[in-house]
């Protein structure tokens, strides 16, 4: 015999804050790859930073 749960309830997720989490990971995938590149082409993760 299955038992139902009838007090589950289905979140729902607001479009700005979807949109603001989508901007979020762009922008830090972005920074990842500032961060690649300036190791790749002087050697430091921070360039100038001893």
Known sequence: ?????SNTKT???E???AVAETINGRFAML????AIGAYL???QII???V
């Open 41 to 43: 082409t002087t050697g």
């Open 11 to 13: 979140k729902t997720i």
């Open 31 to 34: 920074g990842l790859m500032a």
């Open 15 to 17: 479009k700005e804050k």
């Open 47 to 49: 360039p100038g930073f």
């Open 1 to 5: 015999m299955k038992k139902t749960n």
